[in-house]
């Protein structure tokens, strides 16, 4: 008889992420997973969120880059009653008298911090990518796992050509085990990998979503064994393919892997349609963040049409068409926006504040009268200058600007950047 098995015998782990360098500017100042998503929630909310929903107590969130604005979320966010064992953690890269410097990798990550797991009476370590887009009750992989009796599980999803070489692509043989896994293959080694056809008839290929279930004495085997400088699809996988049994859980719902900013971009604005592919209103699965107790939005004379706008947000006289509207954001009139990010603001300007910008010829926090935007993202606390235009009519793919940015053809507007009324980008 199989003994019986619970989320109070595992660990999750969370990592981090490293410089974020295809995110930048929007990783300039802060970690990956802090980057704000759909106007409220920063993108570490999803992972964290699916443990507590999957009824796992016990999370660790390892960090090392641009770490302070996530530190300060977690800790203002995940807080549990004093007398529960549950916690969310952060474990920062550290110094010892073994280690002097940075984390060279995840997997490296994962082997310093281990003496931090190792005393926790848990046998199996789900590990958690702190930057993706999905919902998923991790207790269905965590069971697929244990009924299988792998050593090694990695939840996979079945994505399209564009997609695979961004990934690492798994073949699997009739019983689900990985007998084959290679990291963001290309041409002929891709095209070896595929593994059926999508609903259009396009080939199609089994994409790990960095997600993974160890036996904890199989990942401490597999840490032993391995160098500290590659991530873990890089050699601590394909080396558990060929030792171990690594078996596949297939996942059929929405993933996004928020890697760059096109990504990142287009994943928000999916959130604004009538049916988006991920939702934040589901009942039973909800997203957590940190509650601000802001007004609601205050919103006067404006034509506003596909899109989400967060509370304590100030809109006059401006005309939205499928924008994501962060907190405290505050728009004047006349201004214009299409599908543009505006992130919001950290705190609200007083009216004295307002004017003083006003008398000194400075824009005002957030967006100036008559301003007109198009496929943008405005990072926070930026001030966009009275009929300033953002549109990027060139159509430039990327550009390093005075005060912005442009990516795969969006203009970004840095943390904290200032755009002088008139300027035209």
């Given at each position: 008889m199989r003994e019986e098995r619970s989320t109070k015998d595992v660990l999750a782990i969370i990592l981090g992420g490293g410089q974020g360098a295809r995110l930048f500017p929007l990783t300039a100042r802060r970690a990956k997973p802090a980057i704000p998503l759909a106007g409220k929630y920063r993108i570490i909310d999803v992972a964290v969120s699916n443990c507590i929903n999957s009824e796992l107590d016990k999370v660790y969130i390892l960090t090392q880059f641009n770490t302070a604005s996530l530190h300060r979320h977690i800790a203002r966010t995940y807080r549990f009653s004093g007398l529960s064992r549950a916690f969310v953690d952060i474990l920062p890269t550290e110094q010892t008298l073994e280690h002097r410097d940075w984390f060279q990798s995840t997997t490296d990550a994962v082997r310093r911090a281990w003496r931090h797991f190792d005393p926790w009476e848990a046998d199996t370590y789900l590990i958690l990518p702190g930057d993706h887009l999905y919902r998923m009750d991790y207790r269905d992989v965590l069971h697929h796992h244990w009924e299988t009796g792998a050593d090694v599980t990695l939840a996979v999803t079945l994505v399209p050509e564009a997609k695979a070489s961004a990934c690492g692509i798994v073949q699997l043989d009739e019983r689900g085990r990985v007998r084959l896994y290679r990291e963001q293959p290309r041409g002929e080694a891709l095209a070896e990998m595929q593994s059926g056809y999508l609903e259009?008839?396009?080939?199609?290929?089994?994409a790990s979503m960095d997600i993974y279930v160890f036996?904890?004495?199989v990942l401490r085997q597999l840490l032993d064994e391995t160098t500290p400088l590659f991530d873990f699809g890089m050699e601590l996988i394909p080396r558990a393919v060929e030792m171990y049994d690594v078996r596949a859980y297939r996942f059929s719902g929405y993933w996004e892997k928020i890697g760059t900013i096109g990504s990142f971009y287009r994943a928000n604005l999916d959130l604004v349609g009538p049916e988006p592919k991920f939702s934040f209103y589901d009942p039973h699965s909800p997203i957590y963040t940190q509650p601000r107790w802001l007004p609601p939005a205050k919103i006067r004379q404006c034509e506003i049409t596909d899109c989400l706008v967060a509370e304590g947000s100030i809109l006059w006289g401006a005309r939205l068409h499928q924008c994501?509207?962060?907190?405290?954001?505050?728009?004047?009139?006349?201004?214009?926006?299409?599908?543009?990010?505006?992130?919001?603001?950290?705190?609200?300007q007083t009216v004295e504040e307002i004017e003083a910008d006003r008398r000194q010829g400075r824009p005002i926090l957030g967006i100036g009268r008559g301003?007109?935007?198009?496929?943008?993202?405005?990072?926070?606390?930026?001030?966009?200058?009275?009929?300033?235009?953002?549109?990027?009519?060139?159509?430039?793919?990327?550009?390093d600007g005075q005060g912005y940015y442009i990516r795969e053809g969006i203009v970004i507007i840095p943390q904290n950047a200032v755009i002088p009324p008139g300027m035209r980008i």
């Open positions: 259009d008839d396009a080939p199609a290929y089994w036996k904890k004495s994501v509207v962060g907190i405290r954001t505050r728009i004047e009139p006349g201004a214009r926006l299409e599908r543009t990010i505006v992130m919001g603001a950290s705190w609200f301003a007109v935007i198009r496929d943008a993202i405005i990072d926070r606390n930026a001030r966009i200058g009275a009929g300033a235009q953002i549109l990027n009519e060139a159509g430039i793919d990327r550009l």
